[in-house]
């Protein structure tokens, strides 16, 4: 428990419990709407965010907000009102948005310290101002799930349907992709870029397994990430290891066993099954 | 406009790619009417839906639903998309599928009325005692009985049904069509479907479309002009029970 002594260390576990509260959410609509590949797309887009940060010299996670939520919004428009197919759009915007992040990078003077944070996460170097953004940014998220859940899962299920009671589906598909956008720049300081889209979706699809209640999915994914992400956490500072990666891989592992479970689960109940029959 | 007309298309196009789907479709279903359309797949049924609905718009042509255009009208339709579109495994149960139909806006919760007329429909649809059940653990013809929950719920004046028959076996079909004739007193019904062999009786007429539609008028008439719309000999099985589309003939 001495580690609790250090402030770098209740920062990341209060970071740990923040994340996941946003991915729990966020992420399970994600799975279960199948937008794993747009959020990938609006993460990595998010660096040219980052490199604009730096770039005028302010924190990047700030100048990361405003750009992802662009990012997002251009992605959902250009997908829906033009012919260019969603997967193309995806695929152009996160390149372009890497791209710009590299050319903003090198323009501005000097070198870019703590870039490799933002591109792999390090959880042991959150300050407490990011730790305040998130808390806003998970504020925002919670408010407008609990606005307009009723009309996310509905959508999620049945777009056209929806569309003919009168959802507006447009605007709420707009505003889902702009809450990815925020989880996704809370998520950068934990894992980084590049790891974010394991963070949002492997809680969710552990989750997924056991309930098909939407808000038990949630609360169980947040529960299950945060479990995970503080034990990744711990095993990366006992074997010295890159805690993002780390956290990864323990969701990862976490994941297959889920799917291990699963099948004990069904197996046991076949028996079961069979066992009642035979006694009858 | 006469006031007893629901629907009115004039002249519809509609291409996909500058491929013809529709072509000068006209057609205007009344007040209580029971409209069959069949046509082979691909023939453009289920974007004739769509259109009446607003979900897609005509490239030329004039439409009016309830007097209006679609996107206003609508909210008086009660609709049935084709099952096969859905996720089963999506976290979803019986009762809130149902209960979607009932949507009034952003942000309104659900009253104590909506959730009696959800359970009635439910009840209508003799599905009440799946009303917690997860929608993965029902058959086809339960999970299509589910949807039509959903498309009465809102108590509609217009219903369009996208392959209703398909996975309800026969013995269903029967209790299927007399609930459709009991709500037919209360709304119109338009169903599409390219299974000849689901007009039954009860249809009063049939529309035959294959981008453009050849027929519309009593069900009998339509024997001819079927073949022209499939391209290809149809049967009709005029006597025997089974599978019976014509009435019985009258001694």
Redesign the interface.
């Known amino acids: 428990m001495e580690i609790l002594h250090y402030e770098f260390m209740r920062n990341a576990l209060a970071a740990a419990v923040l994340v996941n509260i946003a991915c729990g959410i966020v992420g399970t609509y994600v799975v279960?709407k199948r937008m794993v590949f747009i959020s990938g797309g609006i993460s990595h887009a998010t660096f040219g965010g980052i490199g604009l940060g730096y770039f005028l010299g302010i924190n990047p996670i700030l100048a990361a907000i405003p750009f992802s939520i662009l990012c997002a919004l251009g992605i959902g428009i250009i997908s829906k009102r033009t012919k260019v197919s969603e997967d193309t759009a995806i695929g152009i915007f996160w390149a372009v948005g890497m791209a710009l992040g590299i050319i903003f990078i090198n323009l501005t003077p000097g070198y870019a310290p703590n870039l490799f944070s933002y591109l792999f996460g390090n959880i042991l170097t959150i300050p407490s101002f990011d730790l305040i953004i998130m808390l806003i940014l998970d504020a925002v998220i919670i408010i407008t799930v609990v606005?307009?859940h009723?009309?996310f899962?509905?959508m999620?299920?049945?777009e056209?349907?929806?569309?003919?009671?009168?959802?507006?589906n447009r605007i709420l598909y707009l505003l889902l992709l702009c809450m990815i956008a925020l989880s996704v720049v809370v998520m950068i300081r934990i894992v980084g870029i590049i790891l974010v889209i394991a963070l949002l979706t492997i809680p969710a699809a552990i989750s997924?397994q056991f309930?098909?209640?939407?808000t038990k999915?949630m609360f169980l994914s947040i529960f299950v990430g945060a479990v995970l992400t503080v034990g990744g956490l711990w095993l990366s500072y006992i074997l010295n290891l890159a805690s993002g990666a780390t956290i990864i891989l323990l969701l990862g592992a976490g994941f297959f066993i889920s799917l291990f479970l699963k099948y004990l689960i069904s197996l046991r109940r076949r028996r079961s099954v069979k066992t009642m029959k035979s006694n009858y | 406009m006469k006031d007893n007309i629901v629907v009115d298309l004039k002249k519809v196009f509609f291409y996909y790619d500058r491929i013809p789907v529709l072509e000068d479709v006209s057609i205007s279903i009344e007040q209580n009417d029971f409209l069959a359309i069949i046509g082979p797949n691909g023939g453009g049924k289920t974007t004739l839906l769509?259109i009446i609905?607003?979900?897609l718009k005509p490239d030329r042509g004039e439409i009016k639903v309830f007097g209006m255009i679609p996107d206003e009208g609508?909210?008086l339709?009660g609709?049935l998309?084709q099952y096969t579109?859905?996720?089963l495994n999506?976290?979803?149960?019986v009762f809130d599928?149902v209960i979607?139909?009932r949507?009034?806006?952003?942000?309104k919760?659900?009253k104590k009325e909506d959730k009696e007329a959800a359970v009635e429909a439910l009840r209508t649809v003799k599905m009440l005692e799946f009303k917690d059940r997860?929608i993965?653990m029902l058959s086809g013809g339960q999970m299509q009985r589910v949807l039509m929950a959903?498309a009465i719920v809102?108590e509609p004046k217009l219903l369009l049904l996208d392959e209703p028959m398909a996975s309800v076996d026969p013995e269903m079909q029967k209790s299927f069509y007399e609930l459709l004739l009991k709500l037919n007193r209360e709304m119109a019904i338009v169903f599409v479907t390219h299974d000849i062999g689901a007009i039954s009786v009860y249809v009063e007429e049939v529309a035959c479309l294959n981008r453009k539609l050849f027929y519309h008028g009593s069900k009998e008439g339509s024997l001819g002009k079927l073949e022209e719309a499939y391209r290809c000999p149809i049967e009709f099985i005029a006597h025997g029970t089974p599978h019976r589309v014509l009435r019985r003939h009258k001694k």
């Not at chain 2, 999506?90 to 149960?93: C, E, G, K, L």
């Not at chain 2, 949507?103 to 942000?107: H, P, Q, S, V």
């Open positions: 279960i606005l307009f009723k009309e899962s509905a999620s299920f049945d056209e349907f929806t569309t003919v009671v009168g959802v507006p997924r309930t098909y209640n939407i999915l | 769509k609905l607003g979900l609508r909210r339709i609709y998309p579109l859905y996720d999506f976290p979803i149960n599928v979607m139909g949507y009034k806006g952003l942000a919760r659900y997860h993965s959903r809102r």
